[in-house]
């Protein structure tokens, strides 16, 4: 799950070559207990961080910031962008078990492809938002010369604001994917550290 922040900073630059989209990603983690599958539901649900735009708490989360800064050159009557640099800051929130060692190796086996699950689909929201900031960078540079630095500012707001929204789409489309392949894809997981187990290339 995903909350979106955004900052626009408008500042004058000095020519300089167009850069992709800048990604900052920290980790934090919460501790829950619990030594079965019941208890470690339980603490998810207690535990987890409470994501905003649901008012419910989930097993993992990523907190984002977008912050864009535009580089504006007033030239023979016209105002063009010469440099367009996005960065996102994500944040990712995730699960740390504090009781492995009381569970058994059937709990620790789900727990394990659990929560690498959840890591894979939270670092999938960072790739979505960095594909984005990269498109939204590549649309403010794209945009046409105006006579007034002001008129292209209100053009590069609403640029943002467009790309941001369909940013916002596309991460809750993700969401609702990953909700209705959930069983599936846990099974195919579980199937597949199992046979790592056996052949000897995971730790049991």
């Given amino acids: 799950m995903i909350r979106i922040l955004f900052a626009a ?16 990603k920290t980790y934090s983690y919460f501790s829950i207990g619990g030594s079965t599958l019941e208890q470690l539901e339980m603490e998810l649900s207690a535990r987890g961080p409470q994501v ?3 008012g419910q708490r989930h097993p993992g989360a990523t907190r984002m910031e977008f912050s864009t800064k535009i580089g504006y050159r007033e030239r023979g009557g016209y105002c063009r962008i010469e ?11 995730l699960p ?10 059937d709990v620790r086996l789900i727990w394990d492809t ?9 670092e999938s929201h960072v790739v979505i938002a960095k594909n984005h900031a990269r498109e939204l960078e590549q649309a403010l540079l794209k945009l046409r010369r105006q006579k007034s630095c002001t008129k292209l500012a209100e ?11 369909k940013h916002d789409r596309a991460q809750a489309q993700f969401d609702r994917v990953e909700g209705i392949n959930f ?3 846990m099974m195919r997981l579980l199937r597949y550290r199992m046979e790592r187990i056996e052949n000897g290339r995971l730790p049991g």
């Fill in 83 to 93: 440099k367009a640099t996005v960065t996102v800051k994500a944040k990712l929130i």
């Fill in 183 to 185: 069983d599936r894809r």
């Fill in 155 to 165: 053009m590069a707001k609403a640029t943002s604001a467009k790309i941001l929204a």
């Fill in 96 to 105: 740390r078990w504090r009781q492995r060692g009381k569970a058994s190796e």
């Fill in 114 to 122: 659990l929560s690498s699950d959840i890591k894979r689909h939270e």
């Fill in 9 to 24: 900073t408008l500042a004058g630059m000095t020519a300089l070559p167009a850069a992709a989209a800048n990604l900052s």
């Fill in 52 to 54: 905003k735009s649901t």
